[in-house]
T-cell receptor
Framework: DGGITQSPKYLFRKEGQNVTLSCEQN?????MYWYRQDPGQGLRLIYY???????QKGDIAEGYSVSREKKESFPLTVTSAQKNPTAFYLC???????????FGSGTRLTVV | DQQVKQNSPSLSVQEGRISILNCDYT??????FLWYKKYPAEGPTFLIS?????DKNEDGRFTVFLNKSAKHLSLHIVPSQPGDSAVYFC???????????FGTGTRLKVLA
C-alpha cells in the first residue's frame, strides 16, 4: 500500500533543543512538501523539494532546515532558532499526473 | 496578506441538505484549485480538484464550482451526511508550480 508515513505522531521538545521530524513516502513522487498548521490558521508552507538534492524555502522557513538525499525521504529539523515551534506539522508529496498533494498523518510537536 | 480566504470559519447543516463552502482568492495567476477534508490530528484527505479551464467538476456528492472573474470557488456537498463533519480547506496554486496556498478552513458540522 503506497502512502506517506510521518513519525513520530507526537513529539515533545525542550526549549533549546533541535528535533527532526521524519517523512517517508513510497509513492515514487518527485516533489515533497512540509506545512505547518496552527489553530485558526491555514496550512503554511515551510520548505519544499521538487527533486532529490534540491529544496527551496517556503513562506515560513526561518528556524527550520531540511534535506533531500533520497527520493523517498524529506526530514524536517526544527531548530532552537524557531521561536514558536509548537504546532501540527504535515508532510505531503506530489507526483505523476496528479496536481494535488497526498498528505501524511502529521506530527504534533509540543515544546515543554 | 492572505491570498486564499475562507471567510466562514464554521457552518452547520442538517443531514440530507446541501452544504456550500466558499473560498475566495486574490491572485489571478492561480490555475489549480483543490479541496481537502481534515479530521482533528489527521492529515488532510483530498476531495476534489478543478483547473481554470473548467468551471465545474463533479465527483459523487461533491461538486466544485469555479468563477474566475469573481475569483471565487465553492464546494457543494449533496446530500450532507454526519460523516462529512470535518474542517474543509481550499487551496490554490499558480500553474505548474504546484505550490499550494491554503485557506484557513471552514468547520462543517452536519446535524443528524
Amino acid at each position: 500500500d503506497g502512502g506517506i508515513t510521518q513519525s513520530p505522531k507526537y513529539l515533545f521538545r525542550k526549549e533549546g533543543q533541535n528535533v527532526t521530524l521524519s517523512c517517508e513516502q513510497n509513492l515514487n513522487h518527485d516533489a515533497m512538501y512540509w506545512y505547518r498548521q496552527d489553530p485558526g490558521q491555514g496550512l503554511r508552507l515551510i520548505y519544499y523539494s521538487q527533486i532529490v538534492n534540491d529544496f527551496q524555502k517556503g513562506d515560513i522557513a526561518e528556524g527550520y532546515s531540511v534535506s533531500r538525499e533520497k527520493k523517498e525521504s524529506f526530514p524536517l529539523t526544527v531548530t532552537s532558532a524557531q521561536k514558536n515551534p509548537t504546532a501540527f506539522y504535515l508532510c505531503a508529496s506530489r507526483g505523476g499526473v496528479s496536481y494535488g498533494y497526498t498528505f501524511g498523518s502529521g506530527t504534533r510537536l509540543t515544546v515543554v | 496578506d492572505q491570498q486564499v480566504k475562507q471567510n466562514s470559519p464554521s457552518l452547520s447543516v442538517q443531514e440530507g441538505r446541501i452544504s456550500i463552502l466558499n473560498c475566495d482568492y486574490t491572485n489571478s495567476m492561480f490555475d489549480y484549485f483543490l479541496w481537502y477534508k481534515k479530521y482533528p490530528a489527521e492529515g488532510p484527505t483530498f476531495l476534489i480538484s478543478i483547473s481554470s479551464i473548467k468551471d465545474k467538476n463533479e465527483d459523487g456528492r461533491f461538486t466544485v464550482f469555479l468563477n474566475k472573474s469573481a475569483k471565487h470557488l465553492s464546494l457543494h456537498i449533496v446530500p450532507s451526511q454526519p460523516g462529512d463533519s470535518a474542517v474543509y480547506f481550499c487551496a490554490a496554486s499558480p500553474s505548474e508550480t504546484y505550490k499550494y496556498i491554503f485557506g484557513t478552513g471552514t468547520r462543517l458540522k452536519v446535524l443528524a
